[in-house]
């Protein structure tokens, strides 16, 4: 990281967007996958992003660089959509590094939760958000194109998440591969890939979708089960009733936006996104780092085995989902 910040420095410069003053990079996250920096420019705070050839942990996972344009081309999509929701990107740097606005004053969704702030109006605004994106470009030839990530995907996502698990649990493993590969043979919509309130800013307009290096064009289903998975687990986590009211509010908001097929199809396939989800950061390769209590694990263990065997429509679990569970 030290030896390749002259070049973004540099990067910076050549793209107009520091002059020869010096220039800090503040380090904003410790992030596996990339580095992130803050930097003070003549016109205000910015963020750049460049992408890691290898990842800092788990050097068996392959993480093309071509993610960093991924990311670009979504940011770009969704302000298309909302430019409330995505921040500006103001440069491609080479390397598949970009740079984009610094949003101020605005908490990371996640801190939000952690720290009791559990707020339902807003969760509704993050399903309304990756609805709206999902409308935008359901069916629509040019997205498909734009978004050929399939590989990626199946790397980051499917494999980890889904068949990981499959591996290690033989009695699930029949609805585990199933659900994988109708996963990756959906062609829907524009998928996010990584919403996780991690990667949600909260702003006076509403959540900022941060974080899109797993764009895909697949199934949208997707994106509404990987955070609702979130809510859930801290529901168990915090033992917090206002966790389930927002991963309520979050499904039925993302119901109404949900305009481009049967919303009871799209229900199923999350409701077996989710069960699955669930399962796989209690027992799968990127299980959830705050979920550490045995017994919060065997709530979560316990429900999502029987969701996966006996699958819900993703508002169903929702309202069944328990904190406690014997
Ligand atoms: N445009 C932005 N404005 C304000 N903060 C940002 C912005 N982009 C990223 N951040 C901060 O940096 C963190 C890491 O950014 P993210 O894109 O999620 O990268 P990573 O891949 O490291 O998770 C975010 O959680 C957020 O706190
Ligand atoms: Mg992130």
Redesign the pocket.
Known sequence: METAEPDIIADLRAAGLVGDSDVVLEP??G????D?W?VETPTGPI?V?RPLEQLRVAAEWHAPVERGTS?VRWLRRARGVDPRIA?EVLAELPGHAFA?????G?P?WKDELMAGRVDPAFAAQVGQGIAAVHDATAHNDRDRAAFPNDEMFRALRVDPFLLYVAQQDSELAPALTALADDLASRKIALVHGDVSP??I?VSGDGP?F??A?CAVYGDPAFDLAFCTTHLLLKAVRSDDARMNVAAGALVAAYRTGIGWEDADGLLLRAGKLTAALLLARVEGKSPAPYLTNPEHKRTVRDQARMLILAPQSIDALVANWKRTFQ
């Open positions: 904003l996250t992030g596996v996958s990339c992130v803050k963020v992003k990311e921040p984009m606005r610094f949003l101020p605005c990371v991690k990667n800013l900022v941060l974080d290096e």
